[in-house]
């Protein structure tokens, strides 16, 4: 069965510092993934999604990147963290027509 | 966790009783839907899909009807049990222009407490 790693499962950085997020999954081969942003009390946002190996799609502008390195890993990165980019960050795998599967997120505190 | 807010519409249902969850989506061209549910501090589970050639399915204690007609998703829950507390997001995806990525847009969810 498909799995889906995240790690950390919370961070605080300060503001200006850098971030990276690493997402892996197992259990699947080729799989599309994602990048989703939840602030509290709202839905899930779209920010990056990668059909391959070194290819990404970016859904909003913003302060944060995205990378898939390998097949299965798909990192989140920022060169400086503003107060805005406080939230939880979910990676999800699948693809149209089926429903997305979810790790567990990291929830992110920026200070 | 993350999916707690203060401005979540809260639905609270007794223990045993059906409870319906509603949902209004944006785009027309939708044509996938999605249930999900989400508790404190993890990820969202998924619970039941409906594609737009059908108006209604069921699963185990759980239906979604879909009226395109005036865009409205509703997940029922039957003999709700304290462990269906959590947050309900519902999620629309129209067809790719190209590929197999999805574009899933979630609304902005349901907080239900099941009281006993």
């Known amino acids: 069965s498909q799995t889906i790693h995240q790690w950390p499962a919370t961070l605080v950085q300060p503001v200006g510092s850098p971030l990276s997020l690493e997402c892996t999954v197992e259990?699947?081969?080729?799989?599309?993934l994602y990048w989703y942003r939840q602030a509290a009390g709202r839905g899930l946002q779209l920010l990056f999604y990668?059909?391959?190996?070194?290819?990404i799609s970016s859904e909003v502008p913003q302060n944060l990147s995205a990378s898939r390195p390998q097949d299965r890993q798909f990192i989140l990165s920022s060169k400086k963290l503003l107060l805005s980019d406080s939230g939880f960050y979910l990676c999800?795998?699948?693809?149209?027509?089926?429903?997305?599967?979810f790790g567990n997120g990291t929830r992110l505190t920026v200070t | 966790g993350e999916s707690v807010g203060l401005h979540l519409p809260t639905l609270s249902v007794q223990e045993g009783d059906n409870s319906i969850i509603n949902c209004a989506y944006s785009?027309?061209?939708?044509?996938?839907f999605i249930w999900y549910k989400q508790e404190s501090g993890k990820g969202p589970q998924f619970i039941i899909d409906?594609?737009?050639?059908?108006d209604k399915r069921q699963g185990q204690r759980v239906t979604v009807l879909l009226n395109k007609t005036v865009k409205h998703l509703s997940l029922q829950i039957a003999a709700t049990q304290p462990g269906d507390s959590a947050v309900y997001f519902c999620a629309e995806s129209p067809p790719p222009n190209t590929g197999t990525a999805s574009k899933l847009t979630f609304g902005t969810g349901t907080r239900l407490q099941v009281t006993l």
């Open positions: 409906i594609r737009s050639n059908m």
């Open positions: 785009n027309s061209a939708s044509d996938y």
């Open positions: 259990g699947t081969s080729n799989p599309n």
């Open positions: 999800a795998l699948g693809r149209y027509n089926s429903p997305l599967h």
């Open positions: 990668s059909v391959g190996i070194g290819q």
